[in-house]
C-alpha cells in the first residue's frame, strides 16, 4: 500500500511512491518501460484545492496508475490535476500529460524550441530515430544506421500532441499564490526550460541539471546546430542564478544546484580536452573517436554500451568536436554527407 513519506535523498529515489520533499513540494517517480534511467520524478505542488505538477511521466500504463495513487495521496483525483508544466519534450516528460489530457482536460505548457521536434514526432512517415539517423550518418556511423534500422520499434504516433501553450521563456507565471520564473536552458533538447520558485527556494531541473548522471546533448528530431554550445551556455545562465535546491527529473533532491553545475561544467571541460587529443591521435569522425574513449559513469567501452548508448555516444562526440570547430581548436569538413575533422 503506498503511503505519503518524508523523501529521504539517501534511499533508493526510484520506489513508487509520494514523497514530502519540504515546502508543499511533492516528488512522484514514475517507472519507464525501458532505458538506463530506470524512473522520472514528476513533482505536484497545491493550487487551491488541485495540483500544478512538473512533467508528466511516460504514457503507459503502470505510471498512469502509481500517478493516480501518488495524487491520491495528497487528496486529489487525476481530474483535480489543474496543469502540466512540461521542461522538455522527450516522452518521459511528456507523453502521460497528452494522454491524461484526452480524459481530463487539463491544460499543458511547453517550451517553444520544442515545436519542430514534435512536428517531426508527430509525422507518420518520419519515424521516431529520423533525427538520430541524420546524426550517425555525418558521425560516420553507418554501421550504426544499419543496427537502428533493423531494431524494433515501439512508437506510437498518437503519444504526441501539441501543447495549450507555449512557455517564451524567459517569462514569469503564475503557480498557486506564487510567482515562478521559466529559464531557457537549450542543450539537453532545443526547447528545454526550467522552472524557479523563489518562495520555495527550489529549482525544477527537468533534465538539464541531474545530480548522478550527465544529460545527454542533442538527443530530439531537430537538433540545433551546436546544441552541446547552448548546453554550456545554459548552465552557466543557471549558475549565475541564486543558489537553490535541485528538484531533478532523475536522480534524488540534492541540496546545491550550483555544486552540480560546477561539475558538469568541469565533465564537459574533461570531455572537450580528451576528444580534442583523440584528433592528433588519429580519429576523424565522430564515430571513430567515440569509439576510443570510455562511457557512462562506470566507465564502460563502447562495445559495452547498448544501442542506444552507442549511438548517444556518437552523437555526444560530435557535439564536442562541432565545439572544438567553433572555437577554432579544430577544422571540419564535409564529405559525403560525413564531417570529418582535423587540427587547425
Ligand atoms: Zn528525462
Redesign the pocket.
Known amino acids: 500500500m503506498m503511503q505519503l513519506r518524508q523523501d529521504d535523498p539517501e534511499a533508493d529515489w526510484t520506489i513508487p511512491g509520494a514523497y514530502d520533499v519540504g515546502a508543499g513540494v511533492y516528488r512522484i517517480p514514475l517507472p519507464l518501460p525501458q532505458d538506463g ?1 530506470q524512473a ?1 520524478n514528476v513533482y505536484a505542488v497545491r493550487d487551491g484545492d488541485e495540483l500544478v505538477l512538473v512533467d508528466s511521466g511516460w504514457a503507459i500504463t503502470e505510471a498512469r496508475d502509481l500517478l493516480e495513487q501518488a495524487v491520491k495521496l495528497l487528496d486529489v483525483s487525476l481530474a483535480g490535476v489543474r496543469r502540466f508544466l512540461v521542461t ?1 519534450v ?1 516522452r ?2 511528456y507523453t502521460l500529460a497528452v494522454t491524461l489530457r484526452r480524459e481530463f482536460g487539463m491544460r499543458i505548457t511547453l517550451g517553444r524550441g520544442e515545436a519542430a521536434t514534435l512536428r517531426t514526432a508527430r509525422d507518420r512517415l518520419a519515424g521516431p530515430w529520423v533525427g538520430m539517423l541524420t546524426q550517425l550518418r555525418r558521425g560516420g556511423a553507418d554501421d550504426l544506421c544499419r543496427e537502428v534500422v533493423g531494431a524494433p520499434v515501439q512508437y506510437d504516433v498518437s503519444d504526441w500532441d501539441d501543447p495549450d501553450d507555449w512557455f517564451d521563456a524567459p517569462e514569469e507565471i503564475q503557480v498557486g499564490t506564487g510567482s515562478w520564473q521559466v529559464h531557457p536552458t537549450p542543450g539537453h533538447t532545443r526547447g528545454h526550460v526550467v522552472f524557479v520558485d523563489p518562495a520555495r527556494d527550489v529549482m525544477f531541473a ?2 538539464h541539471v541531474l545530480p548522478r548522471i550527465t544529460p545527454s546533448i542533442g538527443f530530439e528530431q531537430q537538433p540545433a546546430e551546436l546544441p552541446l554550445r547552448d548546453y554550456l551556455d545554459s548552465l552557466k545562465l543557471v549558475r549565475g542564478l541564486p543558489d537553490r535546491r535541485l528538484l531533478p ?2 536522480g534524488p533532491v540534492a541540496p546545491s544546484v550550483h555544486a552540480r553545475v560546477d561539475e558538469l561544467i568541469e565533465h564537459h571541460d574533461i570531455r572537450l580536452h580528451q576528444i580534442d587529443e583523440l584528433i592528433d591521435a588519429g580519429a576523424h569522425t565522430a564515430s571513430e573517436a567515440a569509439r576510443r574513449m570510455l562511457w557512462t559513469r562506470w566507465g564502460r567501452t563502447f562495445a559495452e554500451l547498448d544501442l542506444l548508448g552507442r549511438c548517444l555516444a556518437v552523437t555526444e562526440t560530435m557535439a564536442h568536436l562541432d565545439v572544438l570547430v567553433h572555437v577554432g581548436r579544430l577544422s571540419r569538413t564535409e564529405a559525403d554527407g560525413v564531417a570529418c575533422y582535423t587540427r587547425g
Open positions: 534511467l522520472v522538455h522527450h518521459d516528460h527537468g533534465d527529473a532523475h
